[in-house]
């Protein structure tokens, strides 16, 4: 099984600000790391697939880095809006888990206006 | 429009009673999958499928069936739904990049089901 663990669990964040969380993951036999955007009610939308060490991608406001030697991906939020309010998604692909997608537990955010 | 649809969105049923839950996509996607979603426990995978007639386990698929006769569509069948089954259900697919890499999915709606 693919050990994933995301942190915090939830954070508060005023609006303007930035922020980061973190999705961590077994090193080994790494093959991707997917990132979700889950909005209440909705169903949830890709962010990110990324595979490289080294990888940053971005979109808009919303950026992600990989670090697959030691096992992490942080996504950061840059001017917080109360549109970003959602549950963020990590899911690590290894070959020990063959073809299954497990989802970390996800990082709930809150902007305060 | 590129989508996942699933029907029904929304279903109550009884105990011991067969259902489906059909999933379909239109972008040509080789992978799809099922989830369910309940408080506390997060995403957890039932059954995937990386094409037609090749289908496999996830974390929790006792309880359920799949079939993938064709690329495009790929069931949750509930053949004696228990109480334990009332939860959100959401398909979602992708390409298969290959190396064992999917792509970005996408999910359907969800289907909101209750077994009482």
């Not at chain 2, 239109?26 to 996607?29: A, D, G, I, R, V």
């Given at each position: 099984i693919l050990n994933v663990e995301q942190s915090p669990q939830s954070l508060h964040v005023q609006e303007g600000d930035s922020t980061n969380f973190t999705c961590s993951f077994p090193s080994s036999n790494f093959y991707a790391l997917h990132w979700y955007r889950w909005e209440t009610a909705k169903s949830p939308e890709a962010l990110f697939v990324m595979t490289l060490n080294g990888d940053e991608k971005k979109k808009g406001r919303i950026s992600a880095t990989l670090n697959t030697k030691e096992g992490y991906s942080y996504l950061y939020i840059k001017g917080?809006?109360?549109?970003?309010s959602a549950t963020y998604l990590c899911a690590p692909e290894g070959n020990s888990s063959a073809s299954k997608i497990i989802f970390g537990s996800g990082t709930r955010l809150s902007i305060r206006p | 429009e590129a989508q996942v649809t699933q029907n029904p969105r929304y279903l109550i049923t009884v105990t011991g009673k067969k259902l489906t839950v059909t999933c379909s996509q239109?972008?040509?996607?080789e992978y799809m999958s099922w989830y369910r979603q309940d408080p506390g426990l997060g995403l957890r995978q039932i059954y995937y499928s990386m094409n037609v007639e090749v289908t496999d386990k996830g974390d929790v698929p006792e309880g359920y069936k799949v079939s993938r006769k064709e690329k495009r569509n790929f069931p949750l069948i509930l053949e004696s739904p228990s109480p334990n089954q009332t939860s959100l259900y959401f398909c979602a697919s992708s390409y298969y990049r290959g190396h064992g890499i999917k792509d970005e999915q996408y999910f359907g709606p969800g289907t909101r089901l209750t077994v009482t």
């Open positions: 917080s809006q109360p549109e970003d | 239109n972008m040509n996607h």
